[in-house]
């Protein structure tokens, strides 16, 4: 089994950045992608960004060019650094570990006010 305990959502006004974090443990197995979905009422989970042990990075279209994911191998810990936001950016964000199945942490609330 793997943990997943995410921190740093809240609420900011358009424009401004927010920086989510994500820390694994328990069985952490490597190589493995981490990597961060949002989620709205109604509306189907959505792949943000995710990056494998190695680096590789695979970022959603609208998060090209303003939000960063990157990760400390060492500490087993994810961050998605998240600039300029719009109020389209309010949902729940869920860190995701992946080893042959899907971890998922317990959802931080990120609200953008206009």
């Known amino acids: 089994q793997v943990q997943l305990v995410e921190s740093g959502g809240g609420l900011v006004q358009a424009g401004g950045s927010l920086r989510l974090s994500c820390t694994a443990s328990g069985s952490v197995l490597r190589p493995n992608t981490m990597g961060w979905y949002r989620e709205n009422p109604g509306t189907q989970r959505e792949l943000v960004a995710r990056?494998?042990?190695?680096?590789?990075?695979n970022y959603a279209d609208s998060a090209k060019g303003r939000f960063t994911i990157s990760r400390d191998n060492g500490k087993d810990t994810v961050y998605l650094q998240m600039n300029s936001l719009t109020p389209e950016d309010t949902a729940v964000y869920y860190c995701?570990?992946?080893?042959?199945?899907?971890?998922w942490g317990q959802g931080t609330q990120v609200a953008v006010s206009s």
């Open positions: 990056i494998t042990s190695g680096g590789g990075t």
């Open positions: 995701n570990y992946y080893y042959n199945i899907d971890y």
